[in-house]
């Protein structure tokens, strides 16, 4: 019998266990070494495909990964059905070291970083020569986060059959950056394709590009056995719709290299970009900022660049290149 008030003593107390249970939560989690490594293919709302054994499986962020992010070219390890079939769902445990994180903002204003690609090591910089009209705005904006990346920067311009290149590549020659020039001709007899293969072979390359330059149709020229639905540019506006909605990695024919398609970008901000370490990009010019004041934007009355350059060191044109891409870090991308 249980008695209340002043005649109970400790054998009439009820003890409830608390919602988590009664036994302590342990500290130790799991170290999951039978994990099997993984590449991460696409991410969709939550749902992760990777690649594991040569399979495709469909994953899920393990609960002990916190707020970390999983993204597009990742290696993972993963555990659980690890077959593959139909309405299986697997965990990422662990994402490994990134080698390189490709960042962008919405804005030049915006503290908040998207990784748009991890573990990429080119950069494919995608701008048609017409419909809609090339933004150099934009391909600078890209060149400064293709640097501070450390990915190497690829110029692929489309539609030479719509207006000539020379004028627009003349903008980079002295960036000494890496260049191919297509037509929808050569689109579609696969000779465009042959030519930007050259360059992805034994790489892992995001694409990027304004909405309707011509970006997935050249992906999907390089890769024909996964099409993916591509887009046309508003003879009104001027602009691509948006038909690539999420980053998706595709193994090149060859099985020698990787293909990343990104979604159409509008704006490229460059919030997160240290302005200090666009100046790696240009080791002609690096040497010369030894004698630069202390925290010098490289633009001002006593940048030391300016000796070095007039001394011989380095080509005047370098260092405009140079200030013209340390400029994009402050313009917006709509000018």
């Not at 011509?214 to 038909?243: S, W």
Request: charged share 30%; proline share 6%.
């Amino acid at each position: 019998m249980r008695r209340y008030g002043k005649h109970t003593d400790e054998d009439d107390v009820r003890v409830r266990p608390g919602r988590r249970g009664s036994r302590p939560r342990s500290s130790i989690r799991p170290k999951h070494e039978d994990a099997a490594p993984g590449f991460v293919l696409t991410v969709d709302r939550g749902r992760i495909t990777c690649l594991v054994d040569g399979r495709t499986i469909h994953a899920m962020k393990a609960r002990e990964l916190g707020r970390k992010g999983v993204v597009v070219g990742d290696q993972v390890a993963v555990v659980g059905d690890l077959s593959g079939a139909k309405d299986t769902l697997a965990r990422i445990v662990r994402v490994e070291p990134r080698s390189s994180v490709l960042r962008r903002t919405a804005d030049d204003d915006d503290p908040y970083e998207r990784v748009v690609v991890a573990n990429a090591d080119q950069l494919a910089i995608v701008t048609a020569l017409a419909d809609p009209e090339p933004r150099p705005r934009l391909i600078d904006r890209c060149l400064v986060a293709a640097f501070d990346a450390g990915l190497e920067p690829l110029l692929v311009l489309t539609k030479s059959d719509l207006a000539p290149a020379e004028t627009l590549l003349a903008t980079y020659e002295l960036l000494d950056v890496p260049h191919v020039v297509t037509n929808r001709d050569e689109l579609a007899d696969g000779a465009a394709a042959d030519r930007v293969r050259e360059y992805l072979t034994g790489r892992v390359t995001a694409f990027v590009g304004h909405s309707g330059v011509g970006k997935t149709t050249l992906v999907n020229a390089l890769v024909p056995e996964r099409k993916r639905a591509v887009g046309h540019v508003n003879a009104v506006t001027g602009r691509g719709r948006h038909t690539t909605t999420s980053a998706l990695a595709l193994p090149l024919p060859t099985g020698s290299g990787w293909v990343i398609d990104t979604p159409g970008v509008r704006s490229f901000g460059l919030h997160h970009v240290d302005p200090s370490r666009v100046i790696h990009a240009f080791p002609d010019l690096a040497a010369g900022t030894e004698n630069c004041p202390r925290a010098c934007g490289h633009d001002e009355p006593d940048c030391a660049l300016d000796a070095w350059v007039a001394d011989g060191h380095a080509d005047p044109d370098r260092l405009y290149s140079l200030r013209r891409l340390l400029a994009t870090r402050e313009r917006r991308e709509g000018d």
